[in-house]
């Protein structure tokens, strides 16, 4: 009998490059209900959380998510907008303006989606979407311009468990940080400036950064030295001194030592000092989200203001700001480098 040839694969009809836009989620809706898988699923990441897994399991499932998806639903409700949450809003927002914006200078042969680490729409999925308009090549940028092992390496272990799947595999970029980039920091300057140019200048400008547990830092992650460097190189971009402005950071979990100062202490003794004006602003953050609009915006203004603070000021993040999408396109640009995205000819 004559042999069977085996079926042949057939090539993508037009090879592309793609850019994944990462950031970390939100729940689909603000309830309990939405909020469990969510907080299930990230305080379950083990870059996240590292304690030893069968005592942090039951932690997490026999205490924390019967009490805290009520609570954080809450306050994402607190926040919500008729389009659905807003980091989910600027993030999908920012994808299709760097997509534009790398359309304006002739990468026309490239797709652009974004994706959350976790929660919807996942980055598997998306993976999955590019796979099938042809995508041969992937750059992996993230929205976090400062590299943490809880934040960059767990979106690029998400990437690799996708790829355990599959049998043709992309070739793939990781964008690791830009926590120096000068087009960053000019947009996050022009920001400030913006904003004092409208409501004046503080006595003080507090920079408040994602915490992470101080153990991680002794490990080996870079986070802090990086945060530090951005809030430099933004001080002396604004022409701050050492005494008008703080770095600190917020968001602590649990009873670790996290990096200090931490955030609302801060502006509590800011305001029992007699400082008579605060603005904070979140470099750390590109688009706003329950971190910056909740926790800064509405607690952090209470805490100084409880305290004898009699102005606080919470500056947005860059969020679709002209100068940030520049600045993104410029990052991806150059990781994108000896990669086909315009059209010959």
């Known amino acids: 009998m004559p042999s069977i040839a085996p079926p042949v694969t057939p090539l993508p009809a037009t090879p592309r490059t793609a850019v994944l836009w990462c950031n970390l989620g939100s729940p689909d809706a603000p309830t ?10 990230f305080l379950g990441d083990p870059r996240v959380v590292e304690i030893p897994r069968a005592i942090w399991w039951l932690i997490l499932h026999g205490i924390i998510l019967r009490v805290r998806p009520a609570k954080s639903a809450a306050k994402y409700a607190s926040i919500w907008l008729a389009e659905g949450s807003p980091l989910k809003v600027w993030t999908e927002k920012q994808a299709k303006l760097l997509a534009g914006w790398l359309g304006e200078r002739g990468h026309r042969q490239l797709s652009v989606r974004h994706a959350m680490r976790y929660a919807n729409p996942s980055i598997g999925s998306q993976l999955d979407a590019l796979m099938a308009e042809g995508a041969t090549r992937v750059l992996v940028l993230q929205a976090y311009p400062q590299y ?17 799947k599959q049998r043709r595999l992309p070739e793939l970029r990781f964008v690791n940080d830009y926590h120096d980039d000068p087009a960053y920091i000019e947009a996050l300057a022009r920001s400030v400036e913006a904003y004092w140019k409208q409501n004046g200048r503080p006595d003080q400008l507090v920079m408040s950064f994602h915490g992470i547990p101080e153990r991680n830092i002794r490990l080996g992650d870079p986070y802090q030295s990086q945060c530090l460097a951005t809030a430099r190189l933004l001080a002396e971009r604004l022409g701050l001194s050492e005494a008008q402005h703080r770095v600190t950071f917020q968001s602590r979990f649990g009873r670790a030592k996290w990096l200090e100062p931490y955030t609302e202490p801060t502006l509590r003794e800011l305001g029992a000092a007699g400082t008579q004006r605060v603005d904070v602003l979140c470099p750390g953050f590109p688009a706003d989200c329950l971190e910056t609009l909740e926790e800064i915006a509405m607690e952090g203004r209470e805490a100084f203001l409880h305290t004898g603070g009699k102005e606080f000021h919470y500056i947005p993040c860059l969020n679709d700001s002209p100068l940030w999408i520049d600045a993104l396109t410029g990052i991806a640009e150059r990781h994108l480098a000896g990669w086909p995205t315009k059209p010959a000819g």
Request: charged residues 15%; glycine residues 0%.
């Open 32 to 41: 309990a209900k939405a909020v469990r898988p969510y907080l299930s699923e």
């Open 148 to 164: 943490s092992a809880t934040t960059t390496a767990s979106v690029i272990d998400a990437v690799n468990a996708w790829t355990l």
